[in-house]
């Protein structure tokens, strides 16, 4: 499975973003799909997950502001932004795995590159 997210930028604060993962290689229609991200000097985090069938799981900082989405006939999986906050800044990764909706990077068996999000203050 190769993973290329992409839909990053620079925003001010308050804007939103949408991200997009577009998978390729073979069908990720029954995987588990997430973003994780990382800013400067922290390490890697969860940020939103959507299992095969729809279930979620998020942050709690990202609740009521981020929503994750997928389409199986594209094999693509989108993360909607809103109200972005400047601690939402940091590379934003898309990742696909087959142990369940779970939070820590170990979970999952494919990353993609990442695409940058930064938000002004």
């Known amino acids: 499975v190769q993973l290329q997210a992409s839909g990053g930028g620079l925003v001010q604060a308050g804007a939103s973003l949408r991200l997009s993962c577009a998978a390729s290689g073979r069908s990720v229609s029954s995987y588990v799909m997430a973003w994780f991200r990382q800013a400067p000097g922290k390490d890697r985090e969860f940020v939103a997950g959507?299992?095969?069938?729809?279930?979620?799981s998020y942050k709690d900082s990202v609740k009521g502001r981020f929503t994750i989405s997928r389409n199986h006939n594209q094999n693509i999986v989108n993360l909607e932004m809103d109200a972005l906050e400047p601690e939402d800044t940091a590379v934003y990764y898309c990742?696909?795995?087959?142990?369940?909706?779970?939070?820590?990077?170990?979970?999952?068996?494919?990353w993609g590159r990442g695409t940058l999000v930064t938000v002004s203050s």
């Open positions: 990742a696909a795995g087959m142990r369940g909706l779970r939070t820590t990077n170990s979970d999952y068996q494919f």
């Open positions: 959507i299992s095969w069938s729809g279930q979620t």
